[in-house]
């Protein structure tokens, strides 16, 4: 380049510049170029655009230009690498568009290869999509059968096992069809236990004619299914099996059913069940009964009619189900009417007398279905009751298991029908038919699933199982309760309690009892349940108990808690040898002597010593002379000392229990306070502080009793309670409306005032009803049909009387009223009876006559307490006589006074008014020589002149209890005044205020425990908790006695218990007794002819003793079947009754058969001494024997045949003999015998004491037993006159009820012949006594 101008300028001239310039190739400048461009011209700071154009406006844009040149040739410089790149790739990409050429003709050429190959391989897949089809519906077809032959095998297993039970059933449907028909007819009149013997023994008569039958039939899963038992269980049906039984026989009736409900339960079920069918219930007492009657008829309704115990004949036809049929109608003829009979109609009949016997043609119409409760069925009750309250969740479970057992049997049911009905319907081949298969799987899965919850059933059931043994023990003492209170009619006529009574008791405990309200823990509930139902059981039930009979009540309780508590000891053996003491003074034979003890007591020491814990009693006495002076303290049950071991005797009860069997044996008298120390061990204090509660009237009549309850105030003679009624009404603002009973008037205004009350809430008060009772009978039964109203109440007022209807007793709610004891007690009700103005007439003397009539009245009254010893007899001395005195009194002292003021005592008719008293007014009502005797000695000593003096004795001093100048009559002449010493009177007074000895107190508590015991001996089967007679073995034939599988005893307690003591008993009484050998000079003889009498007389009964034990063995023992003889036979023995036909000499009543059988021993011991006498010394030596006369069967007839006897050896007359007594000494000497004496033994002084042969005085021992004493007959001419002499009476035994004839004796002593007969002093033959 240059840099010359000229040069520049030839070159700028050029034609071809500017377009050299603007196609100037950039390429073309060189590295070296730019270089020197950069070097030179740019690097110069005044090169620039501005500096070159302001010089040169035609060099500025070639300047620009230049520099933009060399810019670009530097960014071409840069990119040449790039450019040298791209054209490289540019040559390979026409390389490679050549090869794609070729690749194109080459793919052009493989595409129409390839399509022709896809037409191929779609030919190939057509192929192979043909087979693998093929292939698909094999395996299909294979897996289906698979699938169809498993489903169908299990199907078959359980279609087999159904054909299989099918066939077992076939096999034996005829034995177990023909078994429940049976069951079906002849079953439903008996209870569970009768029900459960016929049944086995029907299927034993049918094994033996070999015919076949399901010997575990459940006879209730048989007849019914799960549904309908649910459905009778919502409809209130117990859920006990009997209930369900009879539910199957109310189901399934061919004649219509009569049902024995004494509970209601059975109406109450049928009411809900026929409620949908419009049932109608009525009774032959209804007005409307005929109308009802027919309209059942004739539109097809349900009809349940009570009380059907008076049958009436109109029912006949349509019970015989007598129809005609006429132009397409059927009627039934009713009385003189043709009725149109539906064909849905049924009838009920219904009673609520389990005692109630029908006629034969009755019994032949009707099926019978007995509702009445057993242990097992109420026991069942309670139990679900006590679920339901305590643990609803358990009880639903169960409930709920019942109903799934039922769906799960239902459900496999369809499924298997609907698998059939598919089956059926399959067209074509069944391999292709997919709803067969779904079904069967279907099948199986649901039956997998009920089988899983059947197994789940399992566990559940387990777990209520578990449940249902924890609340047991309180369904069992439910059970057991229950059926000592229905028992309790043994003890006492009045005793009579429903079941709907203990149940509404029961449900109080579970939902109304404020002592579970905080507690949450169920086994503290359970506990306190169960304390609870004892105290309330008792609380209510005495109420209606009489106060002597209180503490049996409590025994029993106490009993049926130990025997339920499984922890505790129930102590049957101890309880058993206490029951049975009143055997010790018959077995003991001969008696040791004890110093210090009476020969009673020796005797009861002998046996208390057989019991284990007793074993060394009688070293013990000998090592403690303190024990002795135990026995004489006023109250020994409170210290009694340890007399028994005590490693055999551990815990309270246990000791309390031992205390009470030495306080019998040595104190009886002290047995029933001793009792109450027992009850409170066992039950706690609070049970017996309970037992003296005061009677809260006014909350139980508005708080308990329901108004459909009548309320019962019975009361004891001559007491009456309707006063307690009035001031009720008056206290509760109650219009109460009284009415008399007795006149048919009273029972037409007692009809209406109580139907007017029930509806508008008003009370009635019907007084003395026991005076009508047959009235009673027909008030209860339309009581029973009432739907009074909430407030209404109705008060019944009686005195205790057996004629009362039991219904009546078992709907009411009844209350037992007690005049309190004692003479005080007595004169008071005797003052308040007589009115002020009555006492206050003229003569002023009256007032003290009325005071002595009162003194008199409250005296004999009072001895009727210690009867058998202040009275032979209870005599009914009521209000009444006491009435009547005071009329006499008047009209005879009116009579004489005629209007004086003042009469002098000695011009008082005394004999008439003693003639009056002794004679008619209280008198009239003796039946008893001696006991006449003693009330002529009371008048004589009360009503006489001298009892106007100041000083004058009432009682006489010198006895405990009485003040030393004896109880003075107090002075005055107005009723306050007698009416002031009366309440300054002790309230107990001592048994020498009524000319008693002051032991009588013991007698009359020894009495009551005496009574205790034998109540509770009686009631003994009723705590076992088992029924009687018809327990049946399970295998008794094949195990042998009284062994069931294993070798155990499957004989119930009661039982086993029995077996043992008869055995015992077999083996005491004698084989056999001599008969007497009767010849012609023999049967002459009186005494022959009377022994020969005995000894009959006792072979007859011996023959019977003996079968009959050897029965009872034999049954306990399952080798002989049960008779209806049989069953009563074993009751009585159970209950320690005698059996009626072992009843053929005169017992006491209340005497056990534990008692009476060591007695017959006895007395056959001594007939056989008869026989074996006049068989070898002939009838002569009769006379010189010794004779227990109370070991006689008609002792009386003894004392005749001696005296026949004394008449025909001398001929003398009958009439002229008396007969004397002597007494031998007490080692027996001291007696002579001729031909007129006669040797008798045994016999018992009461009372007194025989001081030598003849001579009486008082004494104060209970009980004397006389030596050998000899009995003449001396004819009347012999007779000394110079002597004072008192008859006493020779009783049977102590209850004096059998006077068998009179001794004479001598008193001495400065005792009269009036204290004798006051003090009850007199001869018993027998020790036997209840």
């Known amino acids: 380049p240059t840099s010359e101008w000229k040069t520049i300028r030839s070159i700028v001239m050029r034609d071809n510049f500017i377009a050299s310039i603007v196609s100037f190739a950039t390429e073309s400048i060189t590295d070296n170029m730019r270089d020197v461009m950069k070097d030179k011209y740019l690097s110069i700071d005044d090169f620039t655009f501005e500096k070159i154009d302001r010089a040169s406006k035609a060099c500025g844009p070639l300047a620009k230009w230049a520099i933009a040149q060399i810019s670009y040739a530097d960014m071409l410089n840069r990119v040449d690498p790039l450019r040298q790149e791209l054209k490289s790739l540019e040559n390979q990409a026409e390389e490679t568009q050549m090869k794609a050429d070729e690749m194109a003709d080459m793919i052009s050429t493989l595409e129409k290869s390839i399509s022709q190959y896809k037409e191929e391989y779609a030919m190939l897949i057509s192929d192979a999509q043909a087979i693998k089809a093929d292939l698909t519906a094999v395996e299909s077809k294979v897996t289906r059968s698979n699938a169809l032959l498993a489903s169908l095998g299990s199907e078959r297993n359980r279609w087999e096992s159904g054909s299989d039970q099918f066939k077992t059933q076939m096999s034996t449907i005829i034995g177990d069809v023909l078994v429940s028909a049976a069951f079906m007819a002849y079953a439903g009149y008996f209870d569970q236990q009768m029900r459960q013997s016929l049944f086995t023994s029907w299927l034993d008569h049918l094994q033996g004619a070999n015919i076949q039958l399901r010997l575990d039939m459940a006879r209730t899963e048989y007849l019914s299914s799960p549904d309908e038992r649910l459905r009778w269980q919502s409809n209130a049906l117990p859920s006990d099996d009997l209930c369900t039984e009879n539910a199957i026989m109310l189901q399934r009736f061919n004649r219509y059913p009569l049902i024995i409900d004494p509970s209601g339960q059975a109406t109450e079920f049928i009411l809900n069940e026929y409620k949908g069918r419009k049932i109608t219930r009525t009774s032959f007492l209804d007005d409307s009964f005929r109308k009802n009657l027919e309209s059942a008829l004739r539109f097809g309704n349900p009809l349940l009619v009570q009380d059907v115990e008076n049958y009436d004949p109109i029912l006949n036809p349509v019970l015989n189900r007598e129809v005609r049929r006429t132009g397409g109608r059927v009627l039934i003829t009713l009385g003189d009417q043709d009725i149109d009979l539906s064909p849905t109609f049924t009838i009920f009949l219904s009673t609520r007398d389990p005692s109630v016997e029908f006629p034969p043609d009755v019994c032949s119409r009707v099926t019978f279905v007995n509702f009445t409760v057993t242990h097992a069925s109420l026991q069942t009750q309670c139990l679900n009751q006590v679920l339901k309250s305590e643990r609803p969740d358990v009880d639903a479970k169960r409930s709920d298991l019942l109903k799934l057992q039922g769906e799960f049997r239902l459900r496999l049911r369809q499924l298997e029908k609907e698998l059939l009905q598919a089956l059926n319907e399959v067209r074509g081949k069944i391999l292709d038919n997919d709803t067969i298969l779904s079904q069967l799987e279907r099948l199986k899965k649901e039956a997998a699933e009920v089988q899983k919850k059947v197994d789940e059933t399992d566990v559940v059931m387990a777990e209520v199982e578990a449940v249902s043994l924890q609340y047991l023990p309180l369904a069992t003492s439910c059970s057991s309760i229950y059926f000592v209170l229905d028992s309790l009619h043994q003890v006492h006529f009045l005793y009579q309690y429903s079941l709907a009574f203990f149940l509404e008791m029961f449900r109080w405990v579970l939902s109304d009892n404020p002592s579970l309200k905080g507690l949450t823990d169920y086994i503290l509930r359970l506990d306190q349940i169960t304390l609870d139902l004892y105290k309330v059981v008792f609380e209510r039930v005495s109420r209606s108990v009489l106060h002597n009979d209180r503490i049996t009540l409590a025994l029993l309780l106490s009993r049926i808690f130990l025997r339920t508590k499984a922890e505790v000891k129930d102590f049957s053996d101890e309880f058993e040898f206490l029951l049975r003491a009143g055997e010790a003074a018959l077995t003991a034979g001969k008696v040791t002597r004890v110093p210090g003890l009476s020969d009673t007591q020796a005797q009861a020491l002998q046996y208390l010593s057989k019991a284990q814990a007793f074993s060394k009693l009688t070293q013990y006495v000998d090592a403690h002379p303190e024990f002795l002076e135990w026995v004489e303290t006023v109250a020994p049950e409170a210290n009694v000392p340890v007399c028994w071991e005590d490693e055999l005797v551990q815990g309270e009860v246990a000791v309390a229990l031992h205390q009470m069997m030495v306080v019998q044996a040595f104190r009886p008298d002290r047995l029933v306070a001793s009792a109450e120390h027992l009850v409170s061990a066992v039950m706690g204090k609070a049970f017996t502080l309970s037992m003296n509660k005061e009677l809260d009237l006014a909350a139980i009549v508005t708080k308990e009793v329901k108004a459909s309850t009548p309320v019962m105030l019975s009361s004891v003679t001559g007491f009456d309670a309707s006063s307690r009624v009035d001031d009720l009404a008056v206290q509760e ?31 009635v008060l019907l007084k003395n009803v026991h005076l009508a009772p047959q009235w009673l009978v027909q008030l209860e039964k339309k009581l029973h049909a ?447 015998f001729d031909d007129s004496s006669f040797a008798v033994k045994g016999i018992q002084l009461l009372g007194a004491s025989c001081l030598e042969q003849d001579k009486l005085q008082l004494s104060s021992k209970i009980l004397t037993i006389l030596p050998l004493t000899n009995l003449r007959w001396a004819r009347s001419s012999e007779k000394k006159d110079d002597a004072e002499q008192v008859m006493l009476p020779v009783y049977l035994n102590s209850k004096r009820s059998e006077l068998l004839f009179t001794l004479n004796f001598t008193p001495s002593g400065g005792n009269t012949e009036s204290d004798f007969y006051q003090h009850g002093v007199a001869l018993v033959c027998s020790n036997l006594s209840g």
């Open 786 to 1232: 009432l739907s009074p109203h909430p407030d209404f109440r109705l008060f019944l007022t009686m005195e205790i009387n057996p004629k009362v209807p039991v219904n009546l007793l078992r709907a009411s709610r009844i209350f037992t009223f007690e005049p309190p004891p004692g003479v005080r007690a007595n004169l008071i009700r005797t003052f308040a009876s007589v009115s002020a103005t009555r006492m206050a007439k003229e003569p002023n003397e009256r007032a003290r006559l009325y005071f002595l009539i009162a003194w008199f009245h409250a005296i004999i009254q009072e001895r009727l307490r210690y009867a058998p010893l202040g009275w032979s007899k209870k005599y009914e001395f009521n209000e009444s006589d006491l009435r009547m005195a005071c009329d006499t009194l008047d009209t005879w002292l009116d009579s004489v006074a005629q209007g004086r003021t003042n009469l002098p005592p000695d011009k008082v008719p005394w004999s008439a008014l003693r003639t009056l008293l002794s004679q008619c007014i209280y008198g009239g009502r003796i039946d008893n020589e001696f006991d006449q005797r003693l009330m002529n000695a009371f008048v004589k000593r009360i009503f006489t002149v001298a009892s106007f003096e100041a000083d004058y004795a009432l009682v006489p001093g010198g006895v405990e209890g009485v003040p030393d100048k004896g109880m003075v009559v107090p002075d005055g002449i107005r009723r306050e005044q007698f009416l002031q010493w009366v309440e300054q009177l002790p309230t107990q007074q001592v048994p020498a205020w009524l000319g008693l000895p002051n032991n009588a107190e013991k007698v009359l508590l020894s009495n009551l425990g005496t009574s205790m015991l034998a109540n509770l001996t009686t009631m003994q089967s009723m705590i076992e908790g088992e029924d009687l007679a018809y327990s049946v073995s399970p295998s008794a034939s094949e195990e042998g006695v009284g062994a069931g599988a294993g070798g155990a005893d499957w004989r119930p307690a009661w039982m086993r218990s029995l077996h043992s003591t008869v055995a015992g008993w077999m083996a005491s009484v004698p084989e056999s007794l001599t008969v007497m050998k009767r010849t012609a000079d023999h049967i002459k003889n009186p005494l022959f002819r009377f022994f020969e009498r005995e000894v009959n007389l006792g072979i007859g009964l011996l023959r019977v003793v003996r079968r009959d034990l050897s029965d009872v063995i034999q049954v306990c023992e399952s080798r002989k079947k049960q008779t209806n003889y049989m069953r009563s036979l074993v009751s009585d023995l159970t209950k320690g009754s005698i059996p009626s036909s072992w009843r053929r000499y005169t017992v006491p009543l209340g005497v056990t058969v534990y008692q009476w059988v060591p007695d017959f021993v006895l007395r056959i011991k001594q007939l056989e001494t008869f026989s074996e006498a006049a068989n070898s010394g002939g009838a002569q030596a009769l006379k010189a024997l010794h004779v227990w006369l109370g070991g006689l069967f008609v002792a009386e007839a003894f004392i005749t045949a001696s005296r026949q006897y004394v008449a025909q050896v001398n001929s003398w007359s009958l009439e002229e003999l008396d007969l004397q007594v002597k007494v031998a000494n007490e080692d027996g000497s001291g007696l002579t």
């Open 733 to 763: 603002k109650k219009q109460c409306t009284a009415i008399a009973i007795g006149s048919a008037e009273g029972f037409n205004l007692a009809d209406k005032a109580i139907m007017s009350a029930s509806k508008v809430g008003r009370w």
